[in-house]
């Protein structure tokens, strides 16, 4: 399991879409800032009856999750603890309410740094160990991925070029 940290449009979350589609495995997407516990993943009661005739409440979940090798929950700490605490069973035993996702490899998530520039929630320390590596996401901007997204090489480059410049200008705040 992976956690992301990156500031927004770092290319978090395109890079694991990409990386998955690359190599052909089944991705589930969430974005935790929208994501309902119940309805999205552990399910809600629907009745039922019984073959003893008594009526019970089953749990109906969207079963498209069963189906994928990585699920991938976007802006997790976003979430409300409700949410967060549905995807700490799927991170730490790749179930969901008890029941096995057959397919689940592993779970990668994409967080926001926790500081004041972002409106966003610190993780829970038990739930940030779910996870075996940290990886910082730093905006590194590369022609060559540009234009395999359609942008014309000498936009991409000129782009790359006024991103190396700033970076090269930066002063620390003590420089003001």
Not at 46 to 57: A, I, Q
Not at 124 to 144: G, H
Request: proline share 6%; glycine share 6%.
């Amino acid at each position: 399991n992976i956690l992301l940290i990156g500031l927004h449009g770092t290319g978090k979350t395109q890079s694991i879409l990409d990386l998955a589609k690359r190599h052909g495995i089944k991705v589930k997407y969430y974005s935790c800032a929208t994501l309902d516990p119940f309805t999205d993943l552990v399910g809600v009661p629907v009745p039922k009856m019984g073959k003893d005739g008594k009526e019970t409440l089953e749990m109906v979940r969207p079963r498209e999750i069963d189906e994928a090798e990585l699920i991938f929950f976007d802006e997790f700490n976003r979430a409300d603890t409700k949410t967060t605490n549905a995807v700490f069973e799927i991170i730490q035993f790749k179930s969901i309410n008890g029941e096995p996702l057959p397919n689940l490899k592993c779970c990668w998530a994409a967080i926001n740094p926790p500081d004041k520039t972002y409106d966003v929630e610190e993780l829970d320390p038990a739930l940030m160990d779910r996870f075996d590596a940290f990886i910082e996401i730093k905006p590194k901007p590369s022609v060559q991925y540009m234009v395999s997204r359609g942008i014309k090489k000498e936009i991409a480059a000129a782009v790359k070029s006024w991103w190396d410049d700033q970076n090269r200008k930066k002063r620390s705040f003590q420089d003001y």
